[in-house]
């Protein structure tokens, strides 16, 4: 498709819109929505707009649409799949200035939002209410709630209380057309017609722009253990996960590190906190929660006994805030942490959690023939497992040409598992190419059906999901 490049009299529109402070085309707003977190790609826009309400959002989208402008909607960068990267130029419409949480409704258990609220600052915001919004990001100190309704977030604690996409109740939404709706209702429960606000979770600003979010909430937990088991083998510490709920228990968090990625992470945030013997190759960081202290004592003592069945170290158990906020600082940290020790990719798998094991060893087996060293942690109690390929020793060439076949053969691998592409990161740029192993040409074909109806001039962050 060919896309109209943006002229002086479009610029003077979108002044005319958002205000002249509010239209940027300087070599530093540029730069900052060129890239995101995913690897080392950099696509500039032609123009930043940073819009103010609802209002302005919808003329910006009603004229960009009637002249072939491609929309590429911004939240604060922080995406590892390129879903963010304004490909094709045209406009990055950054979302920042929508970051008023507008109203907590704590008789009803829940909270409307603008999306650029950061993730925490929500978070801390209602737990003050005694209220609680489980899922955690690791980037939840920099991410966009908006971000992650398109992605469909989840982090550590989905285990136990579920992703993003389970506290969604209504979107309001601005379609490429410009028109403005609300998804759905304000309500628990909803079988009226096509559920509309689940379709827009996690289509990665393909679909339209998220302008106001209602999230359901639940009470907030008062207390939490964590405990931090070595493991001799990395196998091993993938076994133990689903041996944990097979005994009865769902841990507030369960999340796995190899040893390469706590090593690189302590060094990278300069911390000596956590003991690792040389015999060590994994570790599980396991929590648990709730209200009543003496019930999360008994949990904890009896999942210690289940780990202890395998060859595992001393169990550190987080005995004071200033450690557990140590331990998560590193495995929340693990990604910075890999990045800047190489050149690297990050595959974002999910397979059913049994299934781990085999995973684990796959990869392994695929590095060694493929020559690519790998750091593996993640969300292990929900199967999901990051895999950090470091390019390492590799060739440039090799790089280009054999890890993309190497990751092919991955992802078949993962889908023969009952799993698929991804768990949180979404496809965006980066996995578009691989999309036809988890689906069938009917199923894409739907789905691309669905995209053009929702725009059908293809501006709205083209480019993205899908080959063509």
């Known amino acids: 498709m060919s896309f109209h490049k943006i002229n002086p009299d479009d610029v003077l529109f ?82 920042k200035r929508f970051n008023k949480i507008l109203h907590i409704d704590k008789r009803n258990f829940q909270v409307t939002t603008e999306p650029g609220v950061i993730t925490q600052v929500l978070q801390e915001q209602l737990q003050a209410e005694g209220l609680f919004y489980p899922p955690d990001p690791a980037s939840k100190g920099s991410c966009f709630i908006g971000g992650n309704v398109s992605e469909n977030s989840g982090g550590p604690r989905a285990v136990k209380y579920g992703v993003v996409k389970d506290y969604v109740l209504n979107l309001e939404i601005v379609l490429p057309n410009g028109e403005i709706i609300w998804t759905g209702a304000n309500v628990l429960k909803n079988a009226t017609g096509y559920n509309l606000t689940q379709l827009v979770v996690g289509s990665e600003g393909t679909l339209c722009i998220i302008t106001k979010i209602v999230l359901r909430l639940i009470p907030a937990v008062k207390h939490d253990l964590l405990m931090l088991v070595p ?33 690189w992470s302590m060094k990278y945030v300069q911390s000596s906190g956590v003991s690792l013997p040389d015999d060590i190759a994994a570790h599980l960081l396991i929590e648990v929660d709730g209200n009543h202290m003496e019930e999360l004592y008994r949990d904890a003592e009896a999942i210690a006994a289940i780990v202890q069945q395998y060859d595992i170290g001393e169990i550190l158990f987080a005995d004071s805030h200033e450690q557990k906020q140590t331990l ?94 991804s768990g949180e990161h979404g496809i965006g740029l980066v996995q578009k190419e691989y999309m036809d192993i988890a689906f069938s040409s009917v199923q894409l074909q739907l789905m691309k059906q669905i995209k053009a109806l929702f725009d059908p001039k293809g501006i709205l962050n083209p480019g993205k999901i899908f080959m063509s």
């Open 14 to 95: 979108f002044k005319s819109v958002c205000g002249d402070k509010q239209v940027l085309a300087d070599e530093e707003n540029i730069a900052r929505c060129a890239s995101d977190q995913t690897e080392d790609l950099n696509y500039p826009p032609e123009i930043v707009l940073q819009p103010g309400d609802t209002a302005e959002v919808s003329r910006i989208m009603k004229y960009c649409n009637e002249r072939l402008i491609p929309v590429t909607p911004r939240g604060a960068g922080t995406g590892l799949s390129g879903g963010a990267l304004a490909i094709h130029g045209g406009v990055a419409l950054d979302m």
């Open 231 to 263: 493991f001799r083998s990395p196998v091993e510490a993938c076994a133990a996960v689903n041996a944990v709920f097979l005994a009865g228990f769902t841990p507030s968090a369960l999340e796995f590190m190899e040893r390469d990625a706590l090593e």
């Open 328 to 421: 998560w600082m590193l495995r929340r940290k693990a990604g910075e942490a890999v990045k800047s020790h190489s050149i690297y990719k990050e595959e974002d798998t999910v397979v059913p959690r049994a299934e781990l094991p085999e995973l684990l060893q796959i990869i392994k087996k695929l590095g060694r023939e493929y020559g690519f060293h790998s750091v593996c942690y993640g969300h292990a109690g929900d199967g999901n497992l990051h895999v950090n390929i470091v390019k390492g020793d590799m060739s440039d060439e090799d790089w280009k040409t054999k890890l993309p076949q190497g990751i092919r053969r991955l992802f078949g691998e993962v889908v023969r598992l009952g799993g698929t592409l």
